[in-house]
């Protein structure tokens, strides 16, 4: 699959965090962008439609990252989770991984990890 | 040293008013140094001198650094060398209020001793390992306040004042911090931070200062305060602190965690606990940080 046929789940409460991963994502490729602003709505948004990578923030409103990998994990246990957050301290990492997440990357957004996670989990 | 702190020596020294501060941090990216402000912290020159120069520049009416070599006071060398040397942001803080009347030179001069013996530093220059260490600073800085600040208050702060360096810019100045037991919200945003201790955090600041801090923070222009200027205020309180609780997790056992982002646009908060006040004066407003201590 190329990075433009992919579909990517962009999930933080900040749109400001979203479109900083949104710009970034552009610089390589043209994929399907699906967003969510608290965890209630990634779970909806990746049931519906199921993305092949998602970046999700763990502070947010109406249910936390954590209770949204468990979910989405739950219903896809394939699903490609990044978590984006500030919170980085060892049990949030522990805890993220424990439930499912694929990756961590430490905010602030930082444009080469994002753009390898999008090489890594979409340019296959 | 910092400018940062400048202002805020001089105002809790009793140099300067608020007053005559805010004016003069506001026009600070706009100001012009002076050869003679220079030669003054360079050592090349004492106010005395200085004061001589000015007064045969009103008998004279020629440019202050060419009467400084006519009478000795500056080589050719020593003019081009100050002329191409970058003033640190606290000298041109004093060039303002030299040029509002505030000061004189004498005065500046005494300050400036005062104040870099107090500082310890020698070098024109700052080097990166200054920069970073805040932490003395901020020990002094919160002597001034009228109540004790817990020690993970003080690592905060010097997280904080190193973030605020980092994304928005250095060319700020503290104030002394107060205590506070309510506040005027315009634009404002807040989150907890839970623990062995318990404490609200709230940045706010006005539209205008928003707006400016917004372009800062994201690297983009705005005309209004939309979702992306809070945004940007949201994400800067929001990284500071998943930022501190990593680092205060490194530090102890202690796990800390935050919560989601609270608004409180335009209201009236009442403080029920110990809660402090910081401004933080940037040449585009104040941002005022506020923490509140809900349990030690």
């Given at each position: 699959m190329s990075i433009d046929e992919g579909k990517v789940l962009i999930c933080d409460d900040s749109i400001l965090a979203r479109k900083q991963i949104k710009d970034i994502i552009s610089i390589v490729g043209n994929p399907t962008i699906l967003e969510a602003s608290d965890g209630e709505g990634a779970i909806e948004m990746y049931k519906a439609h199921k993305p092949d990578l998602?970046?999700?923030?763990?502070?947010?409103?109406?249910?936390?990252?954590?209770?949204a990998i468990e979910e989405i994990m739950a219903y896809d246990k394939d699903a490609v989770i990044i978590i984006v957050s500030s919170v980085g301290t060892h049990s949030q990492l522990k805890?993220?991984?424990?439930?499912?997440?694929?990756?961590?990357?430490q905010k602030p957004i930082n444009k080469i990890q994002i753009i390898d996670a999008l090489n890594k989990y979409l340019g296959r | 040293m910092f400018n940062q702190f400048f202002g805020n020596y001089l105002f809790s020294n009793g140099h300067i008013t608020k007053e005559q501060l805010l004016p003069a941090l506001a026009r600070q990216s706009k100001a012009m140094m002076h050869v003679s402000t220079l030669a003054l912290y360079s050592g090349y020159m004492s106010a005395q001198e200085i004061q001589h120069v000015i007064e045969l520049q009103e008998e004279e009416g020629k440019k202050f650094s060419e009467l400084a070599i006519k009478y000795g006071y500056l080589t050719q060398h020593q003019v081009m060398e100050l002329l191409n040397t970058k003033a640190p942001?606290?000298?041109?803080?004093?060039?303002?209020?030299?040029?509002?009347?505030?000061?004189?030179?004498a005065e500046l001069e005494n300050i400036l001793t005062d104040y870099r013996s107090q500082a310890e530093f020698l070098d024109f220059e700052l080097n990166d390992e200054n920069r970073n260490d805040f932490h003395r600073l901020v020990e002094d800085f919160s002597i001034i306040s009228e109540a004790a600040i817990p020690e993970f208050g003080?690592?905060?702060?010097?997280?904080?004042?190193?973030?605020?360096?980092?994304?928005?810019?250095?060319?700020?100045?503290?104030?002394?911090p107060s205590l506070c037991t309510e506040f005027a919200t315009e634009c404002c945003v807040s989150q907890t931070i839970e623990g062995h201790y318990v404490v609200n955090t709230y940045f706010n600041m006005d539209e205008a200062t928003a707006l400016a801090f917004a372009e800062?923070?994201?690297?983009?222009?705005?005309h209004e305060v939309d979702e992306y200027v809070m945004?940007?205020?949201?994400?800067?309180?929001?990284?500071?602190?998943?930022?501190?609780?990593?680092?205060?997790?490194?530090?102890s056992l202690n796990e800390l965690s935050i919560g989601v982002i609270g608004h409180h646009p335009n209201t009236i908060i009442n403080f029920e606990n110990v809660t402090y006040l910081f401004p933080i004066c940037y040449p585009f407003g104040i941002i005022y940080f506020i923490m509140e201590i809900i349990s030690l």
């Open positions: 998602v970046f999700l923030d763990i502070v947010m409103p109406k249910k936390d990252g954590n209770i805890c993220a991984l424990e439930a499912g997440a694929t990756d961590f990357i | 942001d606290f000298l041109i803080l004093g060039q303002i209020l030299i040029n509002d009347g505030v000061f004189t030179y003080k690592s905060y702060l010097e997280l904080l004042f190193n973030n605020f360096v980092r994304y928005i810019g250095d060319d700020f100045s503290t104030l002394p800062r923070y994201s690297g983009e222009p705005y945004a940007s205020i949201e994400d800067l309180l929001n990284l500071h602190n998943g930022l501190f609780i990593v680092n205060a997790s490194n530090d």
